[in-house]
């Protein structure tokens, strides 16, 4: 089987600052139509999907104004750096949540939008979680509770959780039958 890639002929820098690089990329096609696509590129995300021992997923109530909706989502944060990136997941947890994983394993990476966007979604499971005495942050969250994965689940198909990460880490849990 051929398989013939597009061929870049050139890219030009729009914008640039630590959470995105957006430029636009001069493409020809395999039967010669060339075109610019705008592209961004964006830091490592990592998420996590911390289940209690009763099978109840930690969940953050918050706004998102480019939506302008208030959504259901998983704790989770751009990576910094050269930070590990289960490090990277458990802090945020503890920053947006209150909450220290016990364990994290990866669970999931997936590219949100790999036609325009490069940006790893790296999904961690956590098993168990401990309180800490660490307030979290105001701006994360409005609520965090912790949510049967099956209620969490049928979120979904409500509208309430419509956030990639948390919808890809929610199925990938069930398929495993976590």
Known sequence: MSRTQWTIHGE???????????????VELPDGVRFTQYVARMPRCAMTLVLNDKREALLMYRHRFI???WVWELPGGYVD???????AAAREVEEE??????TMEHLVTYQPAIGTLDQPQLIYLAHGADLTDKQPDINE??????IPLPD???MIDRGEIVGAATVVALYRAVSLSL
């Open 12 to 26: 030009h820098l729009v914008d640039e600052n630590r959470h995105i690089r957006l430029s636009t990329v001069d």
């Open 67 to 69: 939506i302008d909706r």
């Open 81 to 87: 750096g050269a930070e590990d990136v289960a490090v």
């Open 97 to 102: 949540t209150g909450w220290r994983p016990r």
């Open 141 to 146: 969250a409005e609520q965090i509770e912790w």
């Open 152 to 154: 969490a689940v049928a």
